[in-house]
């Protein structure tokens, strides 16, 4: 690993080289000063770029400009397998925005349709919560939302079922669902 680490402030665009042992504490831009511990996220909605410190991310950051929430993508995070057990607990008690995917692993379309779900997870972590309920193992929730054809995405918001899709539908179709919920939080 190299001794320095390589920063571009966002303020005036001076490259910073940072000492290894000094990048642990909040770094500065020698030339304006900014600090460089900031991250530009663009708006889905507005496309306006926003400003923030790293530790903000977690903290469910909204756009300056259009006040719609800012959508952070993470690697690896999956979906949350449900139950018919867990289903209250990781779905009705949940304060973001859930959506459940209700599959069976005999079923090719919820195969195809499987990444698209991983994606969903990642790309929209802080704004909706993804679960997968498999109907086979789980017939009480299923047979309790009416599950009779599968793949089908429920959305829920403060816990209350407010739209369901029925079939494998392309991500942007889902993702213009998603931003619905998420905007109306």
Known sequence: MP?????????????????????????????CHAPLDELIIRCLKCGTKNRMPEERLNSKPLCGKCGEPLIIAKQNI????????????????TETSVLVDCWAPWCGPCRSLAPVIDELASD?????????LNVDENPGIASQYGIRSIPTLLFFRDGRLVERLVGALPKQEIEKHL?????TN
């Open 179 to 183: 931003l619905a919920i998420i905007k």
């Open 78 to 93: 999956k979906p949350v397998d449900v139950t018919d057990d867990s289903f209250a607990r990781e779905v009705l008690t």
């Open 124 to 132: 929209y972590v802080n704004g909706v919560k993804v679960v997968k």
């Open 3 to 31: 001794d320095n680490i390589i920063i571009r402030c966002l303020n005036c665009g001076t490259k910073n080289r940072i000492p290894q042992q000094k990048f642990q504490r909040r770094p500065t831009c020698g030339n």
